[in-house]
C-alpha cells in the first residue's frame, strides 16, 4: 500500500511540474550548500592532517615556545632557551635539532672597486642534524653545485641564501664576517621556480625562502651571542618504540622546571587542532546554509499548503472511496518528503560539483591539493535528512489535509 | 429487514450564526436490490440525505441503521470501512482523479482495502470492459468524453463489491445519449446484479428507472410513489 502511497504522490508532483520544480530547486539550494561546504571542509581537514602528519611521522615532535600556536598564535616567550644536550639526555629522545634566530652584522668581501656591502641580517643558526635528520620539516634543500651542508664539527662555516650570496659577493668558498668574526661560505642555496608549488616542509625553508638569511650551524651562535633566547623551534625524533606523546610530555616537564616556557607538540596536538579549527569553522558555515535549508523547507509547506487547497474535492473523493485520515496524511506527507528528497538529490550532485570545482580552483591558483570528500555517508545521510526536511514542511499541511470533513470536501469548488 | 432504515432524522449544521436544519426528522427504507429515486427541489435535503445514506455524515437525531447496524454510534474510521466496502459513489462531477489513468481510478477504492496488486490491477480491467471502456484502461479522465468519464466513475463505485450504490445526479452533467446509458447501465447493475442503488436526481428521465420515487420536501418525505 505505501508503495501505491508514492506512486499517487509522484503522480501528483509531476502533474505541477513548474510549481514542484520551483519548490525543488528551494530545497536544492540549501543542500548544494550544505553539501558543498562539508565536503570541502572534510578535504581540507584530511590535507592539512595529512601534510602535518608527512611533516611529523609517527616518531617526532617539536618544541616551541608556549603560546606559539593556537589562539594567539606567534607571540611566544622570548625568553625560549633550551640546552640541546639536556633534552638529549632525556629518557626516549635519540635527535634534538633547533633553529635559532639572530639578527647579526654581516659584512661581505670587497668588490673590484673595493667597496663592501655590510648590514643587519637574518642569522640562522641551524642544528646540524637538522638538514639530516628531520628533512620532512626542512622540505627540499638543494645547494649550488660544490657546496655542503653542515657537519658536527663545523664551526665558522656559513650557507646563505642565492640572493644574499650575490649581495655581498660571496660566492661559495668566499669569506664573509659575522660579528666581526669571519665565516667560511660552504654552501649557496639554489632559488627554486617562483611558480612551483611550495614543498617548503613546515619551516618554510627550501625553494625560495632563506633567500636573505645566512645559516651558521646552531652552536656557532651561542660564541657570538651567548645563551639562546629567541630560539624558533625545536625538532625532537625519540627512539624507536618509545610513544611520542609520552616522551613530549616528558620533555615539556623537564623543561619547564628548568624556567624554560614551552611546549611539546606533537602530531596528534596539531590534528586535534585542526580538528576544533576545522569544525568551529563547520559548524558556523553550516549553520548559515541551514537558513537557506529552513527557506527551503517553507517553501516546500507553503507549496503543499497551497495543494492541500487545490486537491480538496480531490482529497474528499479519496476519503469517499474509503481512505482514512491516516492514508491521506501519509500520501501528502510522502509528497512533501520526495520533494525533499528530489531537491536533495539535486543539490547532492550539484554541492560535490562544487566542491570539485572548488577543489580545482585552490589547486590551480594556490597550488593548494584538496580531496574532495564525498563519502557514502555524506550522501545517504543528506539524502534521508532531505526527505525528512520535506516531509517535517508537509507534517501540518498533511494534517490540515487529513482532517478535512469528507462532506465539505467533496462539496468544495 | 431492510437494508437502509432510516427513523425520525434530523441534521442540523451551523453555517455562519444560522443554524440550517436539513433534515427535520425523515423516515425512509430502503430494501436490497430496489432502485429508489430521491427527487426533490434545491434545499430540500436531498444532499444531506444522500451524505448520510453514504456514511459521509451522521445524523444529529434519530436513528440510521445499515442492516441492522446504527451508524451513528460508529467512529469516524469505522464509517470510513463501512462506506469504502458497502457503498459505491457516482458523483455528478465524476469527481475523477486528474493524475491518474482509467485502469488507477478505478483500483483507487481497493488501494484503501489492501487488495493486493495483482487482483487489484485485474478487477480494475475487467470492470473497465464491463462498463464499455476496455480499450480506454489507460487514458486519464481528460482523455476521455464525460460519458465515458462517468462510466469510469461505475466501475471505481462497483470496485469493493458494494451492495449499495449511491448516484448523485449521475445524468446532470451528460447529454441525453451517454446520460440513457448510464441510466441503462446502473439498472443493469441492479437487475443482474441485485445491487441497491440510490439515485439523487432532477431528471425525470432519469427517475424513470427507479422502482419507487421518494419526494422531499423542506427535510422531509413529502411523498412515495411507485413510479416518477
Redesign the interface.
Known sequence: ?LR?FFL?AA??I??RKMRSWLTIIGVFIGITAVVALISIGLGLEKTINDQVSEVFGVDSFVISPEGAFGPGGGHGSDTFAIDLDELRAIDGVKEAAAIRDETGFVEGLPDAEGETVKGFLSVMGLSPELLTEFPSFVGEVELEEGGREFTDTDEHVAILGSEIAERLNAPLGSMIEIEGIPFEVVGVFVTGEEDEPEQGGMMGFGASAGDDTVFVPYDVLFDLYGPAETVLVTLVRITEGADVDDVADRAETALNEQGAEIMAITYSDVSDMVGTMMSTISAFLAGIAGISLLVGGVGVMNTMFTSVLERT??I??????????S?VWIIFLIESGMMGLVGGAVGTLFGLGLSWIASMLLSRVFGIDIAVVASASLIVITLAGSFALGAIAGLWPARRASKLP??DA?RYE | MPLLELQDVTKEYKLGKTTVRALRGLDLNVERGEIVGIMGPSGSGKSTLM?IL?A??VPTGGLAKLEGTDVTSLS??QL??V???RIG?V?QTF??????SAQMNVE??M????VS?KDRASKAIALLERVGLGDRIHHRPNELSGGERQRVAVA?AL??DPEIILADEPTGNLDSESGASILGLLKELSKTDGKTIILVTHDPEAAEIADRIVRLKDGAVRKESAHA
Do not use: C, W, Y
Open positions: 500500500m501505491d499517487l503522480r501528483s509531476a502533474h474535492k480531490e474528499g473523493v479519496m476519503k469517499a472511496v474509503g481512505a482514512k485520515n492514508h469528507v462532506v467533496l | 451524505h453514504g459521509l455524515d469516524e474510521s470510513v470501512t462506506r469504502g466496502r459513489f458523483f469527481n475523477l482523479i486528474q493524475t491518474l483507487l477504492p488501494i484503501f482495502q489492501k496488486r471505481r470496485a469493493n
